[in-house]
Every structure is written in structure tokens, then in C-alpha cells.
Nanobody, 116 residues
């Protein structure tokens, strides 16, 4: 399984970006997916997740600004990020959660930089 994240970039505070994470394989719809972020010297932190059935959860600091979604036909999970703040600057990675004996997988990350 390969996860390819894209969509990062440089944006001014208050702007928007949409991250995408495309997964290989034919069983994408079975797995919960998540977005995480990490800044230098800090632990990777959870941002949002979506279940196989489409139920979503978002970390408190992004609730109302970020929205995770998925398109099973395209094997892709998205993170729509609105009202971006400088503190959202990080490398964002996607994760396919494990299921039973199937292990988890991580994408390579995409840099998001928000200027003030």
C-alpha cells in the first residue's frame, strides 16, 4: 500500500488549502483514514480522522476550520483547511489505520506553511 499526499504549499493567514492523500490498492473503503501534522522538535499530532462509514472527528483547534472527507471511488482522503493560522504550519501526513491483521500505513507528508 502506498499513500501519496499532495496539496501543501505557502498561504497567507486566513487562506485555504485542500490536501489530498491518494491510496493504492482496491480495498480503500474498508479502512479508517486520518491526517496528522508535525512541526520540528515536536511529536506528530492527530488532526482529523474518518471512519470507513464516513464518520468524522476533528481535533479541537481545527474544529470548524478543517474538514476531512473521503472519496472511495478515487481511493482518496481529503483535508479541506480554511481560515488557516500561522500555528497550522507543519508537515501534514495521512495515515491508513490498521484493521485486524492489516497493519497501518503512513504517507510521506506535505508541507503547509501559513504566513502572518
Amino acid at each position: 500500500v502506498q499513500l501519496q499526499a499532495s496539496g501543501g504549499g505557502l498561504v497567507q493567514a486566513g487562506g485555504s488549502l485542500r490536501l489530498s492523500c491518494a491510496a493504492s490498492g482496491s480495498t480503500f473503503s474498508r479502512y479508517a483514514m486520518g491526517w496528522y501534522r508535525q512541526t520540528p522538535g515536536n511529536k506528530r499530532e492527530w488532526v482529523a480522522s474518518i471512519s470507513s462509514g464516513g464518520a468524522t472527528n476533528h481535533e479541537d483547534s481545527v474544529e470548524g476550520r478543517f474538514t476531512i472527507s473521503r472519496d472511495n471511488a478515487k481511493n482518496t482522503v481529503y483535508l479541506q483547511m480554511n481560515s488557516l493560522k500561522p500555528e497550522d504550519t507543519a508537515v501534514y501526513s495521512c495515515r491508513r489505520y490498521g484493521l485486524g491483521r492489516d497493519k497501518e500505513y503512513w504517507g510521506q507528508g506535505t508541507q503547509v506553511t501559513v504566513s502572518s
